[in-house]
């Protein structure tokens, strides 16, 4: 069964400093990784995408995330945090052709001035 | 990139009333298509996959003759929440990918929030 797991449900930084949102999958085949955003009452916008290419993946507004195997992770970071960023973000796992995206739980990003 | 429309945004109905909600690919053509929903500070959760000329798959737990999908054409598929009640109020979100192809991102709608009063 392939399942993701984001370790922290809201994770709090002040502008400027540095973003760590933690994910761990689990998934029998090789996986697919997303990250997307969601603003408030927004659909949702893709950051970045793993799909066994190059293990570092750069997205965009500066997010970047780092595809380990052997952790079984894909946490996303930012340098240097921006107001802008304050939203909710999800870890997200693709097994198969034409199947449904299965999504962790969600973390909330507030960033303060 | 590729452009999923979803409408209406936002709907407030009567309970006991119908409301349908349209999830439409406007640049490309998706045999399949995703429903999910999303309560207040979750996750999404996904409901049921549409099936261009065939009938959806529900997930476990979710009614389908509560939930009507309807996926016409290759490019517009509907659900439709039969007489809602205040607790089907939700966020409910559609999308689709280009390809059959898992490294292809699904784009999705923009969502419609569901108000049961």
């Known amino acids: 069964a392939q399942s993701v797991t984001q370790l922290d449900s809201h994770v709090s930084v002040s502008e400027g400093t540095p973003v760590l949102l933690r994910c761990n999958y689990s998934?029998?085949?090789?996986?697919?990784l997303f990250w997307y955003v969601q603003h408030p009452n927004k659909g949702l916008q893709l950051l970045l995408k793993?799909?066994?290419?190059?293990?570092l993946v750069k997205g965009i507004n500066g997010f970047e995330a780092e595809f380990k195997k052997s952790e079984t992770s894909f946490h996303l970071t930012k340098p240097s945090a921006h107001m802008s960023d304050a939203a909710e973000y999800f870890c997200?796992?693709?097994?198969?052709?034409?199947?449904?995206?299965?999504f962790g739980k969600g973390t909330t990003l507030s960033v303060s001035s | 990139g590729a452009v999923v429309s979803q409408h209406p945004s936002w709907v407030i109905c009567k309970s006991g009333t119908s409301v349908k909600i349209e999830c439409r690919s406007l640049?490309?053509?998706?045999?399949?298509m995703f429903w999910y929903r999303q309560f207040p500070k979750q996750s999404l959760m996904l409901m049921a996959t549409?099936?261009?000329?065939?009938?959806?798959?529900?997930e476990q737990g979710v009614e389908k003759d509560k939930f009507l999908i309807n996926h016409a054409s290759l490019t517009l598929s509907t659900l439709t929440v039969t007489s809602a009640h205040p607790e089907d109020s939700s966020f409910y979100i559609c999308?689709?990918?280009?390809?059959?192809?898992?490294?292809?991102?699904?784009?999705f709608g923009q969502g419609t929030r569901l108000t049961v009063v």
């Open positions: 999308s689709a990918s280009p390809l059959r192809d898992r490294n292809t991102e699904a784009f």
């Open positions: 998934s029998s085949y090789s996986p697919s």
């Open positions: 793993y799909t066994s290419a190059a293990t």
């Open positions: 997200v796992v693709s097994v198969g052709a034409g199947t449904a995206l299965i």
């Open positions: 640049d490309f053509q998706a045999t399949t």
């Open positions: 549409s099936n261009e000329g065939s009938k959806a798959t529900y």
